[in-house]
């Protein structure tokens, strides 16, 4: 079973799962701890199945090697984390917290770093993809150091930068699929200007052989006369 085929099998049980609590809910009106921590868990796979699907796409058509691995390997541990969270009596669990905080980040930014890289760009617009890269992975990097570093004097300037990189991350994620669409009539340009180039070299090998053959005949019949 490949991962897409997993993620998907999680992901429809999931939403069976929230669907048949929400269902009793409406019906007998009862929503207990029981059943709030399972509809928690449900939605916590959901979400884990969301998030290993951009990878397991991207894992299976090799844009990139380690980026989904990691975004699957964080999706699940983050999940383990979160489940841990929901089904614990304990009240005191402050650094698990920030750890699966810590590794929803990083599920979430390898899964957009994956849905990204199936964008094919022209050269003229791959600065959007290592910008898109860039600003996610300084987002990451503040929202990690807002989440472990307490009582931090800066945090309107904290607040501001990550205003500023969620806008540009949001305005990218709009653009490149519109540089991808862009970029195929580039690419078939490119593509085809690559061929005449072939042609024209193919043409002259052909020309070059023939001056050579008509060299040799003449030389041939010299000779006989």
């Known amino acids: 079973m490949n ?10 049980a999931s939403v069976t799962v929230s669907a048949i609590l929400g269902i009793v809910v409406i019906l007998f009106g009862e929503f207990g701890r029981i059943e709030s921590r399972i509809l928690g868990t449900s939605v916590t796979i959901t979400c884990m199945s969301l998030l290993g699907l951009a990878c397991g796409a991207n894992f299976e058509a090799e844009k990139l090697r380690l980026v989904p ?14 489940i841990v969270i929901i ?3 304990s009240e005191n669990a402050e650094y698990v917290v920030k750890t699966g905080l810590t590794t929803t980040l990083l599920a979430i930014a390898f899964s957009y770093a994956s849905l990204i890289a ?3 760009l022209a050269k003229m ?8 890269y860039l600003f996610a992975a300084s987002l990451v ?4 150091y807002v989440i472990w570093i307490e009582n931090n004097p800066n945090e309107e300037l904290l607040a ?17 699929p519109i540089f991808h669409k862009l970029s195929g009539s ?4 490119e593509k085809l200007d690559k061929e005449i180039g072939s042609l024209k070299e193919r043409l002259g090998e052909l020309e070059e052989k023939r001056s050579a053959l008509i060299k040799e005949e003449d030389s041939d019949a010299i000779n006989g006369s």
């Open 69 to 82: 691995v990691a975004g699957i390997a964080a999706a699940i541990i983050s999940a383990l984390f979160w």
């Open 125 to 132: 617009f791959q600065w959007a993809q290592y910008a898109a």
């Open 141 to 144: 990097g503040t929202l990690l």
């Open 87 to 89: 089904w614990s009596e």
């Open 118 to 120: 199936f964008a094919e």
């Open 186 to 189: 580039h690419d078939q340009l």
């Open 160 to 176: 501001r930068v990550i205003g500023a990189l969620s806008v540009s991350i949001a305005a990218l994620t709009v653009l490149i």
């Open 3 to 12: 991962l897409k085929r997993l993620f998907l099998y999680l992901l429809i």
